[in-house]
């Protein structure tokens, strides 16, 4: 497949960096200013253009808008998550559905805040839309729900953001206050600057939106999720938990009826109380029982690997 690639951060460039080894090419590589777009049958040379990058130099020559002009078979829309409109990840994939080609989401604000609109923009494409990398970074949430069928699945819980698991486990593990914790994940880099999608749960819930949409085929957006975050989340309720051999986590759940996301109490050595910036999905299915699934849900290098997976399977 002829990859063209918006967003140059940490998840565009690692598609990027691998495409060859998933023995794709890379034609088009841009930010939000510039892009590098190869002449007619060439790839781009992805090393020089992410070395300018990371230099801040120019990544490439090019206006952005020309990647869409390029002779791809595949858009990697990899530009950040916006919420309400979702854009201008929704245009890039108007715009690329318009033109009759495919579109792999690691971006989750189209198919969170506008997933009918999205649906209803592939159903008159001859491309089509996936979006594994918008849930679980590297855990193949949506491919599993997809082989046992949306309709098999009555429900999705987890552990879906990294930096608020990281901040629970080390307030359990060191009686330490929340403020101290994440200013040791910022320092780790684990927390963002801004972490204000993570701990305050955002970021799960967007992702538990997703799976409702997944599962109800539309209907959710962030405003119809229930949602709670960590900050106010004592050490002394972690202490009370860990008496009674439980523990907290964030839990998100998606079900056909709604979304919630908040801490939850989970038993001290179960499947959900994963540690660290680990994340970990419970997919219950009708005839297939409950199905576990747990890895690393963000980073570039893995969630690069849920992207070409999804070029692997168009």
Do not use: W
């Amino acid at each position: 497949m002829r990859l063209a690639i918006l967003g140059a951060g940490a998840v565009g460039g690692s598609v990027a960096e691998l495409a060859g080894e998933y023995g794709h090419e890379v034609v088009a590589l841009a930010n939000s200013s510039q892009a590098a777009v190869a002449d007619e049958d060439e790839e781009i040379d992805v090393e020089s253009a992410l070395e300018r990058a990371a230099s801040d130099e120019a990544l490439g020559s090019s206006d952005p808008d020309r990647v869409f002009e390029t002779d791809y078979d595949v858009l990697v829309e990899a530009t950040p998550t916006t919420l309400g409109e979702a854009e201008p990840g929704f245009s890039h994939v108007e715009r690329t559905l318009a033109d009759d080609k495919h579109v792999v989401l690691a971006n989750k604000g189209p198919v969170a805040e506008r997933y009918e609109d999205v649906r209803a923009l592939e159903r008159e494409s001859a491309g089509s839309v996936r979006f594994e990398a918008a849930v679980g970074g590297a855990i193949p949430v949506l491919s599993t729900i997809e082989d046992c069928t949306p309709q098999a699945v009555t429900a999705v819980r987890g552990v879906l953001n990294g930096t608020a698991n990281f901040i629970l486990t080390r307030m359990a593990a060191e009686g330490l206050e929340y403020e101290h914790v994440l200013a040791e994940a910022q320092d780790l880099g684990v927390a963002e600057a801004d972490p204000t999608f993570d701990v305050d749960g955002t970021d799960a819930a967007l992702k538990c939106v997703i799976l409702a949409n997944v599962l109800a085929d539309g209907g959710f957006s962030l405003e119809d999720a229930d949602v709670t975050g960590i900050q106010d989340v004592p050490p002394s309720a972690l202490e009370l938990a860990a008496e009674d051999g439980r523990t907290i986590r964030l839990v998100g759940e998606a079900t056909r009826e709604g979304v919630r996301v908040g801490p939850r109490l989970v038993p001290e050595n179960g499947a959900m109380a994963v540690s660290g910036t680990r994340n970990i999905v419970q997919i219950q299915t009708r005839h297939a029982g409950d199905l576990y699934s747990s890895g690393r849900g963000a980073g570039g290098p893995e969630t690069a690997t849920a992207v070409l997976s999804d070029v692997g399977r168009l």
